[in-house]
């Protein structure tokens, strides 16, 4: 890789300055590399080779052997202490310096350090307000002489990175609440201290003591966010997803003069989404071999009987004797109290409390959690089980907890919902009278929930917060969806990755492959005949294009046999060790087949077989295994039924709303966000064509991804919250 050209267009488009040990600068290098072609799967060893091999570590040997009398080791962006958090020294101009000041030594210091603890008037001015941020130790002007107050107005003015952060700010002053935006009129007035040259060191002291004290101000492991967390999920408001010159700095201001500790987001969200995981018990699992009931239900079910019998069984009320109780619509309250007996709920206010201590999370986070637990508890016996009313009063209550996590804290509320989400629709259709059970195993295909109705369909619950209005579920891979079509022959034609054992091109070998060239030849033609014309795509290709296809999928296929074979003879270590080396060998050889690939599957073919809305996905991954994915898939939706399928999605409107809808699936693959995953990776078993439900055939605006980043449809750049 031409390292220079490389990092001063992706400094162009993304960063001016690239840290790729900032996992928001990974999310954007990753949409970088797809920008410029390369397949997802091999994004992750291309930003593998940048952490490791990226030219950005001391080499300096004079360097190294002080790290070394220091007792420090390499952290990737500077020196620290071996099992410490954070760095102590960065190499600067080839020496290793200090981060931030020395203690104070001389008497000037002494003294400023003495009037950094004096006591603070609280009566000079400013407003101080106890519901924001605790106890606060003074307001802004309180640091300030009267001469110094023309000082800072000016300051403000010309410090370029005080000035980018108010603009950054205002940008998004209006998702804060009255209270919040005076505590950040108070903040840059204490900003402004910390940047004002005339101030004493005692003064910027305590301008830094404030900050952290009032606006819990903490920083991520490297230092480039400032995050403010009494604004819930605004934190980032001045460093946005990936931190700014101006975030950065603030954080390093700050650090000269009192410590800032760390603030694990993705840890917290990552904690918090575990604990709200529902949970009903593994003493409530009843088992096909344990109950004839069970093995029944499914057996005879259109649609979970399609399921491999292996993940059958349901969570359920038992009876004395310990069989259990069904229909669950004749035994609606008992499986109502067992919903809401789910530790979960409880479990995630333990959590959340915690971080509420160490001011990592709004106690706004807790409350929304405890009156929602509160509620519940109410609503067996205020009302009759089952009834409208009730199924009203769950929804409602489900409701107004979005509605409270939200406004704490929005990245919080994501983590909790999207695990509570599934529990709301069952709990709201118990509460009705339906009959519906929770699924056992955490595999089942589809699904996060059994309803029997008159379509007999399985829900899959999908959960995307924001106000884009068109949300996208977890995305689920081709091979568990299709395995509910009601075709048998067409449920195992998908497979995860090239050069699976039996799915070398991504779909079964029994339909492309032959026992020599020209066989293989033919049959991939036939395939691609009979499985657009089975759908009406017949005209897609000619017969000419057909058979170019065909060739040139065979040619790949024995490329990929020739590589698997090279790649064996050299003994690799392992599975992920054997994959790691085919890549690069595929990679030698992959780019010349897409293209090929590509001078026949256009837009408008691309269009004409998964939709308009997934030629962006597919227009750079043109490899013959995508493109035999494709075709297959096209006609397995079109030919599905919907799966037997319904989706559920609950969500903010561009109100501010919350809302829950449920789509019964379709047979048009642009209601569905389809993608390509066909590399195995250390820790991946690819997955294939990759499936999310939308549902209203639009693009969106914003996708939100797994992780909570929100990312622009239209450039794949993540947008700043």
Request: with cysteine; charged share 35%; hydrophobic share 30%.
């Amino acid at each position: 890789m031409d390292w220079n050209k490389f990092f001063n267009d992706f400094a162009d488009k993304y960063y001016s300055v690239p840290d790729f040990t900032n996992e928001e600068h990974v999310y954007a290098l990753q949409n970088y590399l797809i920008e410029q072609g390369m397949l997802i799967e091999d994004v992750d060893y291309a930003i593998k080779t940048l952490l490791f091999e990226a030219p950005n570590k001391p080499v300096d040997d004079k360097v190294k052997q002080q790290a070394k009398k220091l007792g420090l080791v390499w952290k990737r962006v500077g020196y620290g202490k071996e099992g410490e958090k954070g760095i102590t020294h960065k190499v600067k101009d080839g020496k290793l310096e200090p981060v931030g000041d020395e203690e104070p030594k001389d008497d000037k210091e002494k003294k400023d350090k003495e009037d950094d603890d004096r006591p603070i008037n609280l009566a000079k001015g400013g407003k101080v307000d106890a519901q924001l941020g605790g106890d606060r130790d003074a307001a802004a002007m309180d640091m300030m002489d009267k001469d110094d107050v023309g000082k800072t107005i000016q300051d403000e003015k010309t410090h370029k990175n005080v000035s980018a952060s108010k603009k950054k700010y205002e940008e998004r002053r209006d998702n804060l609440s009255e209270k919040q935006q005076n505590l950040m009129d108070e903040a840059f007035k204490v900003m402004s201290v910390l940047y004002n040259e005339d101030s004493s060191r005692g003064k910027k002291r305590r301008a830094a003591k404030w900050l952290v004290k009032n606006l819990k101000m903490s920083t991520n492991a490297n230092g480039k966010k400032a995050y403010f967390n009494t604004l819930g999920g605004n934190r980032k408001i001045i460093s946005g997803t990936a931190g700014t010159k101006a975030s950065e700095d603030l954080v390093n201001q700050v650090r000269k003069y009192t410590s800032l500790d760390e603030f694990d987001s993705k840890g917290i969200t990552t904690k918090l989404s575990s604990a709200a995981k529902p949970d009903l018990g593994k003493e409530n699992v009843i088992l096909p071999k344990n109950s004839k009931v069970v093995d029944n239900f499914f057996r005879n079910h259109p649609v979970t009987s399609r399921v491999r019998d292996g993940l059958w069984g349901v969570f359920g009320v038992k009876d004395v004797d310990g069989s259990i109780k069904m229909p669950s619509s004749d035994h609606s309250k008992e499986y109502l109290e067992q919903s809401f007996n789910n530790p979960a709920l409880q479990n995630t206010i333990n959590a959340a409390s915690e971080y509420v201590k160490n001011g990592n999370v709004d106690k706004g986070v807790v409350k929304a959690l405890q009156r929602h637990q509160k509620r519940l508890s109410r609503i067996t016996s205020k009302y009759d089980i089952p009834s409208d009313e009730a199924s009203e009063a769950v929804g409602k209550s489900y409701n107004e907890m979005m509605v409270g996590l939200h406004e704490s804290d929005s990245e919080v509320a994501s983590a909790i919902m999207k695990q509570l989400a599934e529990n709301r629709l069952y709990e709201e259709e118990l509460a009705k009278g339906e009959e519906v059970y929770l699924p056992s195993n955490g595999s089942f295909p589809g699904g996060d929930k059994i309803k029997v109705d008159g379509l007999e369909r399985v829900t899959l619950v999908s959960v995307k917060w924001g106000k884009a209005g068109r949300t996208y579920g977890c995305p689920a891979n081709a091979k568990a969806v299709t395995s509910l079509h009601p075709d048998e022959k067409k449920r195992f034609n998908q497979g995860q990755y090239v050069g699976e054992d039996g799915h070398t091109l991504l779909i079964t070998d029994d339909l492309i492959k032959g026992d020599s060239k020209e066989e293989t030849i033919k049959k991939t033609d036939d395939f691609i005949n009979s499985t657009l014309g089975e759908v009406a795509l017949g005209s897609v290709l000619d017969e000419n294009e057909r058979k170019t296809v065909a060739s040139t999928c065979s040619d790949y296929m024995d490329e990929i046999d020739r590589i698997k074979k090279e790649v064996k003879d050299t003994n690799p270590a392992d599975a992920t060790d054997y994959w790691k080396r085919f890549n690069v060998k595929l990679k030698e050889i992959e780019q010349d087949y897409k293209d090929k690939m590509r001078d026949v599957f256009d837009d408008d073919k691309i269009a004409a077989l998964v939709g308009e809305n997934n030629v962006v996905n597919f227009k750079n991954h043109t490899s013959p295994d995508v493109i035999l994915g494709i075709i297959e898939i096209a006609n397995n939706i079109r030919t599905s039924q919907g799966y037997g399928l319904s989706h559920n999605k609950q969500y903010y409107d561009k109100e501010g709303n919350p809302q829950s809808k449920t789509d019964v699936g379709t047979t048009d693959p642009n209601d569905y966000a389809l993608r390509p995953r066909n590399k195995r990776t250390a820790g991946r078993a690819g997955g294939g064509i990759q499936l999310s439900f939308t549902g209203d055939g639009k693009s969106a605006d914003v996708e939100l991804t797994d992780n909570g980043s929100r990312v622009d449809a239209k450039t794949g750049k993540i947008n700043e919250i």
